[in-house]
Every structure is written in C-alpha cells, then in structure tokens.
C-alpha cells in the first residue's frame, strides 16, 4: 500500500467533507473523489439529507470524456460506504454497478446498521477495500452524528460569556458582555444548528432575537424550557419557536427532540441554571466560552464549571474564546 497516496487523497476527501453543513441533519458529513493514474477525475460530498451521498456525486461528477476511466478508477472517501436503503439507495450498489474495483476509505460507519457490513459486501463482490486511513480525523467529521447515532440524543454545544472576572450577567439585568467580533462568531455557531435553547427567564429578561442577522446562515429553530408555564404562544412574536413545559429528565427531552424535531444539533445559550443543568448531567459535547478582556462585573451570577479538554483558543478583538470538549464522552 501507498500509504503516501492513500493518505494525500483521504486529506482531499476530508477537506471536501469539511465544505457539507448542518443540512445533512441525521447522515454524516462525507467526502469522496475518484482517482485515474494519479489524477482526480471525479469529487463530491453529501450536500443535503435525502440527496445523493459523497460516494454517488463523485462518480456523477466525472465529465464525459472521462467516463470510461471510472471502472479503471479508485474511489476514496471518508467514511465507510452505506450497503442499506434509506432516503437513497445503497452506494456499495452505486459502486458495484460502475465496476469499481478499489475502494479506500477513512472510517468505519458507527451506526448499527453498518460497522463494517459494507466493507464485507464489497470485498465479497471482488472490491479491493483499504483503510481505515486517517481514523481520527475522520470521525472528527462526524461527531454530530456519532452522538445521533450512539446516544440517541442531538450534539450539543454550550456557549456562554463572561466578565474577565468570570460573571455571565447581573440577576434580573441584561447586560451585554461580549463584542461584535464575538457576535459573528455567535451568529456563525447559531446557523450551524438546528436548534437553540433557552430558559424562560433568560428569555424574559434578555429578550434575545435568537437568530444569524450578523452573518448569512439560517435561523434556527428557537426551544425555550418553561417549566414553570410564565410563557404562552400568545405572548411571543417568534416564528419558528418551540415552548417545553414537559417536567420530563433532560435525557428524556433530548431523545424527544432528535427523535420528533430532528433536531441533530442543540445549541445551549442560557442560563446559568439551564447550562448547571446540561453539565450536571454530563449532557454536553463541547463548550464555547466567550471572556471579555476588559469588562468587570465584581458581582453577580457566576460562571457555569465544568471539566473537560481544551480544543482550541482564539482572540475575539478583545474578547477571548476557549473551545471546550467534555473528554468523558471520549
């Protein structure tokens, strides 16, 4: 094996996987290219759910003059490819019906329905198959719907900001702690989601528009948790808005809405109480904290804790960003 080459192409595949969206909601986020004599011929990458996947755009993707090099042709991808139906046919069929003789791949499918089953399927039909090639990084694509797929439950991001004293705010007072450069970044994570969700008192005090105006993605879906019942539809000039009064456990809620919303991608904006509450509970995959540089508050609601690995860190004009990963899911 080349592992050179094998390694040069699932780079290609992953940094076309890395161009998908949120709009895959349940499939993975996957990328794929032929290669003829060293040369690529075909790319793809699964744009929208329910349309073709990485591996079926790929092959389409090859231009007339070159259609008869697709048989001669290896056929790279991120992630092990499906063998059942589901919005589209299987691809090991899209695969075997293009006499495709070499298959290199990134990862193996974590859903139950796959975990190697196609990779049996193509070797049976004389496919030569290699990999797993570049594994971590490849399951990095995916770790919305790892969470999907083993938990049963959306991915779930956290995101909160703070004083350089570590407050998120005054009781019973909006303050505004974070800047505009941080805003973007905020909008940017709100589009990435299917989902926002909120307490009642956060949304009562704060009034926040919940939305992407500072940066061209969609709106997502607004869930406000109102146990208490201190909301009703009639007093709210949302679109798109969801109210749980349900006093079921946060698991329960969150297997509800992945299950009944399709809600794959849950982005927690407050408050402390509601983000002590998903901590608590070990019910979070990453965590977004935003600390003003310059602002003190020397009172007020303390910050959320929580334990987990430093993913990256950023400056913000002022403001600083520490991604979070809770290492316990791990």
């Given at each position: ?39 690529i011929i075909g790319r793809g ?6 349309k073709a996947h990485a591996e ?176 009703s539809k009639e007093n709210l ?94």
């Open positions: 094996m080349d592992t050179y080459k094998e390694n040069k192409y699932i780079k290609f595949c992953i940094s076309l996987a890395k161009l998908a969206s949120s709009a895959t909601f349940r499939n993975p986020n996957v990328g794929a290219c032929l290669v003829y004599n060293d040369q990458y699964h744009q929208e759910y329910g079926v755009n790929a092959i389409n993707s090859v231009i007339d003059h070159h259609k008869s090099l697709i048989e001669k042709a290896h056929l790279y991808v991120t992630l092990e490819p499906c063998n059942h139906w589901g919005k589209t046919g299987p691809c090991t069929d899209y695969i075997l019906k293009h006499n495709i003789k070499k298959v290199v791949f990134g990862a193996y499918d974590p859903n139950p329905k796959m975990q190697g089953k196609s990779i049996a399927h193509l070797k049976q039909n004389n496919v030569e198959v290699i990999g797993p090639i570049l594994e971590k990084e490849c399951l990095e694509l995916i770790k919305p719907y790892i969470t999907n797929t083993s938990q049963n439950r959306p991915y779930i991001s956290l995101k909160w900001a703070q004083s350089n004293d570590f407050y998120i705010g005054k009781i019973n007072e909006r303050i505004k702690i974070s800047n505009k450069i941080s805003d973007i970044y905020v909008h940017k994570m709100r589009s990435e989601h299917d989902a926002i969700l909120v307490g009642s008192n956060t949304f009562l005090i704060d009034k926040p528009k919940l939305n992407t105006r500072l940066y061209p993605g969609k709106n997502p879906k607004i869930i406000i948790l109102d146990r208490r019942n201190r909301l000039s949302l679109d798109n808005t969801l109210i749980l009064t349900s006093n079921n456990d946060l698991k329960t809620l969150l297997n509800e809405l992945l299950d009944e919303q399709n809600i794959t991608r849950l982005m927690i904006e407050g408050g402390a109480t509601i983000h002590r509450s998903f901590i608590e509970a070990g019910l979070w995959d990453t965590a977004h904290i935003i600390t003003s540089n310059k602002l003190t508050l020397g009172s007020g609601i303390p910050s959320p804790l929580l334990q987990g690995k430093l993913k990256s860190k950023l400056g913000l004009a002022g403001d600083s960003l520490q991604i979070v990963e809770n290492n316990k899911l791990e």
